[in-house]
């Protein structure tokens, strides 16, 4: 079965400073790699994906995270914070050979970013 | 039209209440889902609905019935719940039920059972 873990449940930075935030999964099989944000009293949107190819996935909005096999990790970085990007960040994991498009979350990271 | 919407935004309901949640894409997804979030907790997947068809049921009460009239539309029917069962309802949609799939997320309707 899979399962992802989120060790830090709350980050406080600087705005301006560099983040991350680290994401390990546990799967016996391939996997697909998803970072979802959460701003307050809202849904989710996808930040980021892995499916294959370059480990290497950026968003718009200057984050980015690198698929690390041998780690079995995918963390989340950003060069330079916002305010704007305070927020609640879901790493996920859907299974290859899973049913559906069943997604499995971390139980998440608080990012809260001030001046 | 690239959004999932929920109906209502909010809701508050007694034990002995029946109530519905809907959500709605006009995408052309067809696959479906429902979540429950906890405060300050991941969401939990409840149902997913493949082609109209239940593929998935996560050991959900039955006092959550879901339904998936059509392929743009899904209810979550509400009987006899829990104050436990106070939580934000998620619904969710993806091209297909494939695992490399997004899931685009509506905003949720906030569940207040008393």
């Known amino acids: 079965a899979q399962s992802v873990t989120q060790l830090d449940s709350q980050v406080p930075v600087f705005e301006e400073a560099p983040v991350e935030l680290r994401c390990n999964y546990s799967?016996?099989?391939?996997?697909?790699l998803f970072w979802y944000v959460q701003y307050p009293n809202q849904g989710l949107q996808l930040l980021l994906k892995y499916l294959s190819g370059s480990t290497l996935v950026e968003s718009i909005n200057g984050f980015e995270a690198e698929f690390n096999k041998s780690q079995t990790s995918f963390h989340l970085r950003k060069p330079s914070v916002h305010i704007s990007d305070t927020a609640e960040y879901f790493c996920a994991v859907s299974e290859g050979n899973g049913p559906a498009s069943k997604l499995t979350f971390g139980t998440g990271t608080r990012l809260q970013v001030t001046l | 039209d690239t959004e999932v919407t929920q109906t209502p935004k909010h809701l508050v309901m007694g034990m002995t209440n029946k109530k519905s949640l809907k959500c709605e894409q006009h995408m052309g997804h067809r696959a479906m889902y429902w979540y429950k979030q906890k405060a300050k907790k991941p969401p939990e997947l409840m149902f997913v609905?493949?082609?109209?068809?239940?593929?998935i049921n996560e050991s959900v009460p039955s006092r959550f019935s879901p339904e998936c009239p059509n392929s743009s539309l899904l209810n979550l029917h509400l009987h006899a719940l829990q104050p436990e069962d106070s939580a934000l309802y998620l619904c969710a949609s993806s091209q297909a039920p494939i695992p490399y799939n997004e899931q685009f997320f509506g905003p949720g309707t906030r569940l207040t059972v008393l």
């Open positions: 799967s016996s099989v391939s996997v697909y």
């Open positions: 609905y493949s082609y109209e068809k239940l593929s």
